[in-house]
């Protein structure tokens, strides 16, 4: 709240004080109303007159949008990134990732909705430009998830960029309402199918042999794809294969 005099009126703002005042009342209020939040409601929530949005913004539709623009602002979320400990234990680095990657997206999901949009504004950081390729902010974020999966590159099976990427993938996918029939998965699920997929591990058994790949005879022989030379045996193309 903006405090005020002695007299009991509001003091005055600076102007950057008032803008940034004025967009985090818009925010808290569109994610509760929507884009029916009236002014009225979003200078009272700033501790300003109404009037003086209309001498920061044109209308209120410019002051919905800086608001959703200012909410997909990178920076928050890259110093967030920066921030984790690199010396963590990769499962629960890996969680601690996707806690916050899920946060950031969960957020904007529902502001999106709040405002009826289907998508980030065209000018917003992140969107992909006609190219195909996208804009720096995004490619910041793609680079500091890189960084803190970095200790652990000799880990995975495939190139960093690209199990950042698959992270990402994996989070938005499991953070959308729509997609998770509004059952996200859990940023410690997320960690968990990217490392280890879904397959139970078998339990380690010493005095078993390891089983092949490959359906075997039941007297433990592979059988081979087609019958050998000279063993009189011949394939049958009208058998189906053994399960």
Request: glycine share 6%; hydrophobic share 35%.
């Amino acid at each position: 709240m903006n405090p005020q005099t002695p007299s009991g009126r509001a003091r005055p703002l600076p102007p950057e004080e008032r803008r940034a005042a004025l967009i985090t009342a818009t925010l808290a209020l569109i994610t509760e109303h929507g884009v029916k939040v009236t002014t009225r409601q979003i200078a009272e929530a700033a501790g300003v007159a109404e009037g003086t949005i209309f001498r920061v913004f044109p209308h209120k539709d410019g002051l919905v949008r800086v608001a959703v623009e200012t909410a997909l602002d990178p920076a928050p979320l890259l110093d967030e990134l920066a921030a984790l400990d690199l010396e963590t234990p990769l499962p629960e680095r890996l969680t601690a990732l996707a806690a916050i990657l899920q946060r950031r997206l969960t957020s904007i999901f529902n502001l999106l909705h709040s405002v009826g949009m289907h998508g980030p504004p065209e000018s917003s950081p992140g969107r992909p430009t006609g190219t195909g390729k996208l804009h720096p902010p995004d490619e910041e974020i793609h680079q500091a998830v890189v960084r803190v999966l970095e200790p652990d590159a000799d880990r995975f099976r495939y190139p960093l960029p690209e199990v950042a990427r698959l992270l990402r993938l994996l989070t938005f996918a499991g953070s959308h309402p729509r997609i998770t029939d509004n059952e996200p998965l859990s940023p410690e699920m997320i960690a968990a199918v990217l490392l280890d997929g879904v397959r139970q591990p078998e339990p380690a058994d010493p005095d078993r042999p390891a089983r092949p790949d490959r359906a075997t005879e039941p007297d433990g022989a592979a059988e081979p794809d087609r019958a050998a030379p000279g063993s009189g045996r011949h394939a049958d193309h009208n058998r189906p294969d053994r399960p």
